[in-house]
Every structure is written in structure tokens, then in C-alpha cells.
């Protein structure tokens, strides 16, 4: 049974959601981590770059695998967590918090009605 | 057939245990149309006497290097190969092991792969290098593909003289992207990469100051290409480099006709993501004990399919080895000493070919490898040598002639070479200058 | 290293040459250079940073490694796709003939005509096998040779005005198949697989249009399995006004019983390394030929090879040809091996080649179905899949099955692949392998199931114990990468 925290929203394609004014801060549930295992690197978008909802913008690596993060709502990418360049596991272990990937300037808040809600999302993530 | 185990019982045995009657019932999806109602038509099996005859009396149409004066290089170099190191690439352990990438039982190619990584990046000057490419000319388009990636940006500069298949398969492998050129200038705002050939195709060794500071200012990726690998042993390690790149052959490698060589592919830390080819890292295991490990697997086909960094799934894992081997006995000593052999036995055929009147010598400085301007047509002057049993280099233009000497080149071969040329010189001009 | 960390019996433990410490030893004798003035422009190499040992020590070095070593030699090497059959030594000793090994690629045509007669010859037996007339043994491995195939594929396309955009793949693909194609530029769409594991026929028609320029099908495919209606596929695809690119490395199910030409196929390549015997050698020299129809023919890569009489011409130049694909020629070391292998087997030898390494796939596949679960069904090709839904249930995965392989002495199949099914066990036995062995190999794949069935999963996730290693730390690998020995200490 996955941690899905009931203050999110998330997206079907397993990202999580943080609003605060218009910024929102990104990251992968931790049904995603706990599916790609131990993650070795994450490839972080720059800091400027314009996103649309839906576009693949973030590559996180396990071993064996690459796995794109989908921008959950469109809008510019403001902050990165630097410290996912030396620490990847924090991904794994702290997933909702200290794993956090970036933060986006929202362009259009009204995106965020369509994401799903923890109750919705816990059904996707059993 | 001898390479056949199984006998018309076991094949009895086993098609009844399959529970079927004969191997055709493993066919039937195979349309009619593609089953072949007999033999295709080639000759029958033979055993080793005959098969042995066959490919002797190909091979003695051949003239190898050993049965004359020798001088072609160009990328591919007549250099000797220990004993040792042949003997030992045919252990069954290396010579029919497959990748290791089952690491528990593999240790033996890995351990030997860290190796090979550890001698090109001390050799290169560069922080990492990979478990090796096909050859120099691939290893070269790769590392532009690469700077393209990393830059972002379309076009690749090559400065000077780049060995001119290599740049045939650079522009092979661009051939289907759009906005791609390949230009001969200084790079510019648009240029991914600047690709410099040293010593350059013509045998000179680059100075590579100037060249750094083009790089630094335009923001493209300096790209070192060494086909002669041996020059390192004497020429400084091009640390000024983004990526080094070349051709390995000249240790361990036999020229075997243009293959299988080794290339070779070495970068600053700053780019190991974007690097292609296969790399062997350290770890331990369960034990804590120190143990190598194929990793870093996310860039390559096998995951990243079609955003891979390369298509490339093969190295050339045996002459690795037999690269390794052969630097692990020349060693630190030994290949320095071999590399100032190759240049002395350069500077005697260049003075002896000096002696020679009408003869020219272009180049400042050389290596192993110089241009020879003759008075007569390069290509029917190499014609007329061959017909004497004399390999007298690689024709280019007009009366141009690459020469390359090595250790194996002997005092008596240079003599042999500068004397024929003696002759056809004195009554060169009385024929046409082509 | 302490005492205890060192040799026990025949178990090696073997550090790096770098840590043998440098100590003067050379391995070689060489004259003494003069010193003479430099001519190059620049002052000498002052550290390289090579080890200092001797003869008797590299030896020793190498030696000790090798023993680390699995190999088809030592024994049976299932792993799907790889057909790793027996490598002939005669291979080796004919192509360290000297006229063969130290000739260069540049020599003049006339000192270096039987080389020329060598690929030739491999151009036509290849040619003979797939029924596609004409030849290139330019490509370096299997990979370069889809870069060829496609890339002449693209040309042709060019050439007829129009330039399409995407390249049809199956779901089951080798990676190298999309890489390829998006290294010449192609999108790719991907075909799922029915429930059968082949090819879904429906879906891939709905794909065609007018932008599709090719497939890339492997056949038999990843899952041992031939596609039973391939010739269908040939014809829409043709219909289409695209080309059918065959993946070779399956070969070895059809060599001299089945020709691709009969099924509908333009370009194919092929794995010397595989089919043909030549050696792996821990990870390479390969060899990738193509054969095309006579419509491609004009694309192949540079250099061609062309025949006037008994004289064998190499042309470097031709405007049609997709260009140079590396330097030089192809991979002419391993074109030798596989001639001399070619010339032991003939016709008859390689098609017995074919049956028996069916045979033996099957006889596998029969003996073990009852125990693991096999996702598709009916008999297989060359080689057959399985995977670990039943063993997964116990608390026992693939990995797991593979690396108890290990501890019983036998390298494991491919694992986790084609990506199709979940848990692939791919088994490619090839026909070199005895009776014997493979009632050894199934003896040993029943004692796993049981012991899974068995609630062992524990001791079988813990294997392997015996080999030079137990499992490595993958993850720290890829997270700290140490690529090379420094001195510091690694």
C-alpha cells in the first residue's frame, strides 16, 4: 500500500502536486518510486523552461530503466531541487518531501481542477 | 559433421519427447512458398584438410607486410604484436565469452575493461573514456553526434586535414537529419564541434592553443582525433580537449585488411551522460568485495530505445584485450621508448629520402608519418614499386606520396626504397608531371 | 589484501595491473632509442601513466583473470537472440594466416586479390542463404548493419521523390531496432503484439499510409516464434509503397531451410557473431552484413566489391551509395572465420545447423512447460520463452531463477527480455549443444521451480554464492561512477 497524503493533488501518470499561491511544487508519488526502484540519477529541466501540461520534461533513472515525469500543469519551471544532482534517493525515501523535483509558476491555475484528488488517485495507486 | 553433437538417436529421442514426428512439423507456420524443396545450391560440408587449402591458397594471393619494404599507414599501421598477446586473447575464457552482463561470472572481461578505460584516459589526458567503438572513423561521427546533443547546436567544423574517410562516414552518418552542415572554417555560434585531426592526415601534430581558445569563444566542443595511437607515447596528452576519439589498431591490433579494429573514446567528466559506447564501473558486492559492472546501461538501445545515445550495441571486446595486453607489456617505459623508436626510424627514412634529388619534404614536423613530393605521378611511382615487391605508401595527388615508418621498418628497407626512387627521379621531367 | 582475501584453491582473487606497483619491469625489449633531436614541434611525453611489469607477470595477470570467466567453452550459453553456438578454432588459425592478417586496406588491388575473393565469396553465400542477391559485409555489428539496411532504405525512398517520415517497429522489438531508426532520422511506431505473441496483423495495416517507409520485423521474432503471416504482412507493406527490413539475428532458425526472399523481405542483416560462429569475444569484434534486392542494390555502402573476369575491383566512389560506413572495408577478420565456417558446413551442414538448433529449443520447451509458465502456445523456433508468473507467486522472480543458474554452474538465459511479457526467460540452446547438456540444464531448471514451490525463496534470492562474486551493488555503480583506477585508491 503506497503513502498517498491527503494535501495533493496527482495525475494519472503518477506525479504529485503542491499549490501554494500560483507556484506548485512537483514531484512522483511514492507508488512511482517504490515501481522503478532505486533511482541513480535524475535528469532535472533548467531553470527558465516553459512547459506544457502533459509534456515530458524530467527523466528519472533506476538502473535499469528511464522513466519520463510529465508536467502536471503548464507554466515555467522556477526552482529545481539541486539536491537530487548528489542525492537521488531522495526520491525513494522522501518522495513527498525532501524528493520534491521542481517547483513551476503556474500560466493557467484553472488546470489544476482537472488533476485528481488523493481519494481518486489512491484507486490508481493500490 | 564435427561441429554437430547430436546423433540420429538423440534426434529420435528428442523429436518423440517434443511430440512430434519430424522437424518439418516446427515449420508449418513458414509459408510454402518459403520452403526450400532442396539443398540451396552451395557446395557441401567439408572437413578441415579441404577448408584449410581453400582459404590458404586466398590468403597466398595476398602480399603481407612482412614480405617486403613496407610504408602505407593512413590510419592503419604495421606495427609488431608481442607473442604474448595473441596467445592469450585465444584463452576460451575471453575468446568465447559474451558480454559480461552477468557481472558475477564475467569479472575476468570486466576487470580487463577497467583496465582498457583506465590506460585510454591516461593516455588522452581526459577524465573517462568507454569499453571502445568499432574503429576511429565511427568513434570520430559518434563524437560529433554527441557534441551536436550537448550543444544543441547543427553543424560540425572540421580544421585541416581529417583523415578524408573519416569524414566520408561523418557525413554517412548526418545524411538524413536536416540543417546539418559540415564545414571546413573556424566554428562559429552554429557549430557543435570543432574536429581536429592530430598529427593530422598529412603527418603533422597540431598545436592545439589556438584551437581551444576558437572553441571556448564560440561555444562548440572541441574534438581530438588520434589515428595513430602510438604518437601519444611521445606527443603531449591533448588535455585541451572536450573529447578524444581515434583509432587503437596500431597496439595489439593486426591491420587485417581494415578490420576489426579498435576505436577509442575518451571525454571530460562533464559529459559522461551524453557518452555512447558501453562503460565498466566499479562496485562491490553482497560481500563488500571490489567488483566491475557493465553500468551507466540507461544511455544506451537495450532501455533508452529510441532516445538512446547511440544505436551502438556491440564494442570490439577482444582487441580491447589485446590492446591492453600489449600496453600492459610495454608499460610505462616501453611505450614511450616505442613511440621515440617510431620517430627516429621516421627521421632516417626522411634524411635518407632527403639525399634524394628532385624529392621534397613538405612537412615541419612529423611523427611517424610524412608526405613525399616526387617529381613523377605518385600513384604510377607506387604502381611501378609494387611491381618490385616494394609497398612504397599511400598515393595522393599529383606527386604526392604518404609515407609511414615504424619499428618494424629496417635500414636496409629505407634503402631499398630511396634507392629505386633515386633512379626513377633522374629521369623524371623527362616524362609529363602529372 | 589480507591472507584471507587472497587465493583459495583454484578460486582466484586478482588485483589490477595499476596496483602491482611500478617498478622499472618492462614486457618488451626494444632497441635503445638514439634520442636524437625531436622533430614533431613539441617536447616529450613526460608521464603516460601505464603499469611496469614483466612478461611472466602479464601473463600470469591475464591468466588469472580469464579464470573469472565463463564461456561457451566452458559451457551451455542459453541466452536468447545471442546464438551462442561453439566457435571453431580452424577459424582462428586460418585468419592469423599472415597473407589474411597483415595486409592493409590500401595495399594496390593487385597485391591483395584474395582478400577481395574472401568477401566476395561471403557476399555470395550470403546472398545464396537469404536469396537476396546483392551484398555488403561493410557493417561492424548486427547495429551498424540496421543503420546500413535502413539507411538504404531511406535513399531508395529519396530517390522516388519522396522522403517518409516513420518507420513501423513490433512491440517486442531489440532495442537497437528504434535506436536505429531514429538515428536515420525516422520517427518510429510502435505495433503491438497479439496475445499469441506475433505481430497484431490488424493494427499494423491501420499504421500503413503513405508516410510509413519501412518495417523492422524480426523473424522468427523476439519470442521464438515465426510470424506465421509474415507473407501477408510483405504484401500490404509492399502495397504500401514501403520496404520490409528483416532483422537477422534469428537466423539460425532458417539458415539453409528457409529463404527471407520467399517471405516478402527487401533488406536483411545479419550477425557473423551469431549465425556464422564467429567469436564473442567478452563483448565484440561483430559483424553486421546486409543483403538487399536488386531495386537497393545501388545504395549499398562504399567500398563495393565488383568481379571482371578473375579480377576483383574495389569501387570507393559511386554517387548512388549511401557513402562510407567506416573506415577501410568491413570487419574482414571475422569474414575469414565465417567463410571457414561457412566452407566446413555447406549446404547440408547449415541446414542441419538450423534443425538441430529447432530441435533442441524444443525439446527444452517440452520438457519444461509443465513447471514454468509459457505465454504462448504451440511449439517455438530456435528458441523458446518463458516466464516466472507461477515462481513470482512462491516469492521468487527471474532474476532469481537466472542467478541460481549461476550458482549451478550454468550462465543464464536472457532476462527481462522481449518486454512483451513480464519475467521473459528467453532460451536459445543453439545445435551445438549435446543431449547431455541439455537434460543437465532442464534438471537444473526443474530443481529451481521445486525449490521455489518449496518456499525456498529466501536461499534463492540470496544466490549466487559460489561464483567469483555474489550479486554487485548496481545502484551505487550508477550513482557513483568510477570508471577508472586513480591512484588514490578506487
Not at chain 2, 508449418?28 to 512458398?33: E, I, R
Not at chain 2, 568499432?134 to 547546436?153: F, K, Q, V
Not at chain 3, 529466501?458 to 568510477?482: F, G, I, T
Amino acid at each position: 500500500m503506497s503513502n498517498v497524503p491527503a494535501n495533493l493533488k496527482y495525475t494519472e501518470q503518477h506525479e504529485w502536486l503542491k499549490l501554494d499561491g500560483d507556484v506548485a511544487t512537483i514531484g512522483i508519488t511514492d507508488y512511482a518510486q517504490g515501481a522503478l526502484g532505486d533511482l541513480v540519477f535524475v535528469e532535472l529541466p533548467v531553470k527558465g523552461k516553459k512547459v506544457k501540461a502533459g509534456d515530458s520534461f524530467v527523466v528519472v533513472e533506476s538502473v535499469k530503466a528511464a522513466s519520463e515525469v510529465y508536467a502536471p500543469i503548464s507554466g515555467e519551471v522556477i526552482e529545481v531541487n539541486e539536491a537530487l544532482v548528489k542525492s537521488p534517493e531522495l526520491i525513494n525515501s522522501a518522495s513527498y518531501e525532501g524528493g520534491w523535483i521542481c517547483k513551476i509558476k503556474a500560466s493557467d491555475k484553472g488546470e489544476i481542477a482537472k488533476l485528481l484528488d488523493s481519494s481518486s488517485y489512491q484507486k490508481l495507486a493500490a | 559433421m564435427r561441429y554437430l553433437p547430436l546423433t540420429p538417436k538423440d534426434r529420435t529421442d528428442m523429436l518423440k519427447a517434443a511430440g512430434v514426428k519430424s522437424v518439418d512439423e516446427f515449420y508449418t507456420m513458414v509459408p510454402a512458398a518459403a520452403k526450400l524443396p532442396k539443398l540451396i545450391d552451395l557446395p557441401l560440408h567439408q572437413g578441415e584438410i579441404e577448408v584449410e587449402r581453400a582459404l590458404t591458397r586466398m590468403a597466398a594471393k595476398n602480399h603481407p607486410a612482412g614480405s617486403g619494404p613496407f610504408f602505407l599507414g593512413a590510419g592503419c599501421y604495421n606495427h609488431h604484436i608481442p607473442a604474448t598477446v595473441d596467445h592469450l586473447i585465444q584463452r576460451s575464457e575471453f575468446l568465447t565469452s559474451y558480454t559480461p552482463y552477468q557481472p558475477e561470472i564475467s569479472q575476468g572481461t570486466l576487470t580487463a575493461i577497467f583496465e582498457f578505460q583506465t590506460m585510454i584516459a591516461n593516455l588522452t589526458g581526459m577524465d573517462i573514456a568507454n569499453a571502445s567503438m568499432y574503429d576511429g572513423a565511427t568513434a570520430t561521427a559518434e563524437a560529433a553526434l554527441m557534441a551536436r546533443r550537448i550543444t544543441g547546436r547543427a553543424n560540425i567544423h572540421i580544421h585541416g586535414q581529417l583523415h578524408p574517410q573519416y569524414r566520408e562516414v561523418i557525413e554517412t552518418y548526418i545524411q538524413s537529419y536536416e540543417g546539418v552542415a559540415v564545414k571546413n572554417s573556424a566554428p562559429d555560434e552554429n557549430a557543435a564541434c570543432f574536429i581536429v585531426q592530430t598529427p593530422d592526415f598529412y603527418g603533422e601534430p597540431q598545436k592545439l592553443d589556438a584551437l581551444r581558445k576558437q572553441c571556448t569563444d564560440s561555444g562548440a566542443l572541441l574534438i581530438i582525433v588520434i589515428n595513430e595511437i602510438l604518437s601519444l607515447g611521445l606527443l603531449p596528452p591533448p588535455v585541451e580537449a572536450d573529447i578524444v576519439c581515434g583509432e587503437a589498431q596500431s597496439i595489439g591490433v593486426p591491420m587485417s585488411f581494415g578490420g576489426p579494429h579498435l576505436g577509442f573514446f575518451a571525454c571530460k567528466q562533464d559529459y559522461l551522460r551524453q557518452m555512447p559506447g558501453r562503460l565498466c564501473g566499479e562496485t562491490v558486492d553482497k560481500d563488500g568485495r571490489r567488483s566491475f559492472v557493465l553500468t551507466l546501461s540507461t544511455r544506451e538501445q537495450h532501455i533508452r530505445r529510441e532516445k538512446a545515445t547511440s544505436n551502438i550495441c556491440t564494442n570490439q571486446g577482444l582487441f580491447a584485450l589485446a590492446f591492453t595486453i600489449h600496453m600492459s607489456l610495454l608499460g610505462e617505459i616501453g611505450f614511450k621508448k616505442l613511440a621515440r623508436l617510431n620517430h627516429e626510424k621516421a627521421c632516417a627514412l626522411a634524411d635518407r629520402l632527403a639525399k634524394v634529388k628532385k624529392i621534397k619534404l613538405p612537412n615541419k614536423t612529423f611523427f611517424n608519418e610524412f608526405v613525399v613530393e616526387l617529381p613523377m605521378n605518385a600513384a604510377e611511382t607506387v604502381k611501378k614499386l609494387t611491381a618490385q615487391g616494394i609497398i612504397a605508401g599511400l598515393p595522393l595527388e599529383g606527386g604526392k606520396l604518404l609515407v609511414a615508418a615504424t619499428e618494424m621498418t629496417t635500414e636496409s628497407d629505407i634503402n631499398t626504397l630511396a634507392e629505386v626512387l633515386e633512379n626513377m627521379c633522374a629521369v623524371a621531367g623527362v616524362k609529363e608531371v602529372a | 589484501m589480507s591472507l584471507a582475501d587472497r587465493d583459495r584453491g583454484l578460486n582466484i582473487e586478482e588485483n589490477l595491473l595499476f596496483e602491482k606497483g611500478a617498478n622499472g619491469a618492462c614486457g618488451v625489449d626494444l632497441p635503445e632509442p638514439k634520442n636524437s633531436a625531436l622533430r614533431t614541434g613539441f617536447e616529450p611525453r613526460q608521464k603516460v601513466g601505464l603499469p611496469e611489469v614483466s612478461e611472466p607477470q602479464v601473463i600470469r595477470h591475464f591468466v588469472r583473470l580469464s579464470k573469472l570467466n565463463y564461456a561457451i567453452d566452458h559451457g551451455l550459453y542459453p541466452l536468447g537472440s545471442c546464438t551462442m553456438k561453439h566457435n571453431p578454432r580452424l577459424n582462428e588459425k586460418v585468419a592469423r594466416h599472415p597473407g589474411f592478417a597483415q595486409i592493409h586496406p590500401l595495399q594496390p588491388e593487385g597485391t591483395i586479390q584474395g582478400a577481395l575473393e574472401v568477401i566476395y565469396t561471403v557476399q555470395q553465400w550470403l546472398a545464396k542463404l537469404s536469396g537476396l542477391p546483392h551484398v555488403t559485409l561493410n557493417p561492424a555489428a548486427g547495429a551498424h548493419g540496421e543503420f546500413a539496411g535502413i539507411m538504404v532504405i531511406h535513399r531508395a525512398h529519396e530517390k522516388k521523390g519522396k522522403v517518409r517520415k516513420t518507420v513501423l517497429i513490433p512491440d517486442s522489438a531489440h532495442g537497437t531496432n528504434p535506436a536505429t531508426a531514429a538515428a536515420c532520422g525516422y520517427q518510429t511506431q510502435t505495433i503491438p503484439s497479439t496475445k499469441d505473441g506475433t505481430v497484431d496483423v490488424d493494427a499494423f495495416k491501420n499504421m500503413l499510409n503513405d508516410n510509413v517507409a519501412a518495417l523492422m520485423l524480426t523473424n522468427p521474432n523476439t519470442c521464438g516464434l515465426f510470424e506465421p503471416r509474415v507473407k501477408e504482412i510483405a504484401d500490404v507493406l509492399h502495397k504500401a509503397g514501403a520496404y520490409f527490413y528483416c532483422d537477422g539475428a534469428n537466423f539460425n532458425a532458417l539458415v539453409g531451410r528457409v529463404r527471407p526472399v520467399d517471405f516478402g523481405v527487401d533488406v536483411m542483416h545479419f550477425n557473423l557473431h551469431k549465425t556464422f560462429s564467429t567469436p564473442h569475444g567478452g563483448g565484440g569484434p561483430g559483424s553486421g552484413p546486409i543483403a538487399v534486392t536488386e531495386e537497393l542494390a545501388p545504395y549499398l555502402p562504399v567500398p563495393k566489391i565488383v568481379k571482371h573476369g578473375d579480377h576483383y575491383h574495389l569501387v570507393s566512389e559511386d554517387k548512388d551509395s549511401i557513402g562510407r560506413l567506416k573506415g577501410f572495408n568491413g570487419q574482414f577478420g571475422m569474414a575469414v572465420r565465417a567463410l571457414a565456417y561457412m566452407l566446413s558446413h555447406g549446404a547440408d551442414g547449415l541446414k542441419q545447423v538450423a534443425e538441430d538448433a529447432v530441435l533442441n529449443a524444443n525439446y527444452i520447451l517440452s520438457q519444461l512447460r509443465e513447471l514454468y509458465h509459457v505465454p504462448f502456445s504451440g511449439t517455438c523456433m530456435h528458441e523458446c520463452l518463458l516466464t516466472d508468473k507461477i515462481q513470482k507467486a512462491q516469492g521468487v522472480t527471474t532474476m532469481d531463477v537466472a542467478k541460481t543458474l549461476i550458482e549451478y554452474g550454468i550462465h543464464p538465459m536472457t532476462t527481462y527480455f522481449p518486454l512483451v511479457v513480464q519475467g521473459a526467460m528467453l532460451i536459445e540452446p543453439t545445435e551445438t549443444e549435446t543431449k547431455a547438456s541439455l537434460d543437465h540444464f532442464i534438471a537444473v531448471m526443474k530443481m529451481i521451480a521445486e525449490k521455489a514451490a518449496a518456499g525456498e525463496s529466501a536461499a534463492l534470492q540470496n544466490n549466487p554464492v559460489s561464483s567469483p562474486r555474489k550479486r554487485l551493488d548496481e545502484v551505487r555503480a550508477a550513482r557513483h561512477p568510477v570508471l577508472k583506477w586513480t591512484n588514490q585508491g578506487t
